[in-house]
Structures are given as structure tokens and as C-alpha cells.
């Protein structure tokens, strides 16, 4: 008899909200890799916009500045992203496989 689905105690590690190499951070979205520019979060910052999060069901809302540390692990906040070509995403991918860090 065949297992069903996934044993107990066999979870999938989860993925870090931002992967980070040489400087640069990236995050993959709907399949599809993006370069996330991060600026530092003032500290009397109270609501901020942030481009990764701000979109909740196609409408527009400001986030908590202390939620962006909890998720980012550290004050800062997404201000841009660019979408990755496909050279740039082999690159990345296989700097990551030779550092075991996805």
C-alpha cells in the first residue's frame, strides 16, 4: 500500500519571504522572478506603502511598520521591483543551488 500525500514529520521547509545574494535581494511572485530594491523604514514611521504588500485584492493599502520587521526581519520596505530576464534567473539560480540557499 502506497503512502498518500505527505508522511507526518516530512513538512516542506518554507521558503524565506526574500532571498538575498551579493548585495541584492529577489523574490519569485506568481512563478515569475523580480529584483526588490528595499529602503531602510524611518523610525516614527507609523503606516508605509510597501510594492510586495500593499495590494490586498486589488486595492491599494498602507502597512504596519512594525508587521514589515516581523516579515522582512529587519526595518526596512519594498520600494521597487524589476522583473528578472532569463539570464539573470539562471544566474541567480545557480548561485543559490551552489550555496544550498533555496
Given at each position: 500500500m502506497q503512502p498518500r500525500g505527505r508522511e507526518f514529520g516530512h513538512r516542506k521547509k518554507p521558503e524565506p519571504f526574500l532571498v538575498e545574494s551579493?548585495?541584492?535581494?529577489?523574490?519569485?511572485?506568481?512563478?515569475?522572478?523580480?529584483?526588490?530594491?528595499?529602503?531602510?523604514?524611518?523610525?516614527?514611521?507609523?503606516?508605509?506603502?510597501?510594492?510586495?504588500?500593499?495590494?490586498v485584492g486589488g486595492q491599494a493599502q498602507l502597512m504596519e511598520a512594525g508587521a514589515l520587521k516581523s516579515i522582512y526581519g529587519?526595518?526596512?520596505?519594498?520600494?521597487?521591483?524589476?522583473?528578472?530576464?532569463?539570464?539573470?534567473?539562471r544566474r541567480l539560480l545557480a548561485t543559490l543551488d551552489n550555496f544550498g540557499s533555496f
Open positions: 551579493g548585495g541584492r535581494s529577489f523574490k519569485q511572485i506568481n512563478g515569475i522572478w523580480y529584483e526588490v530594491l528595499l529602503a531602510p523604514v524611518e523610525a516614527t514611521a507609523g503606516h508605509v506603502w510597501d510594492v510586495l504588500l500593499s495590494r529587519r526595518r526596512v520596505r519594498a520600494v521597487g521591483k524589476r522583473q528578472l530576464k532569463k539570464k539573470e534567473i
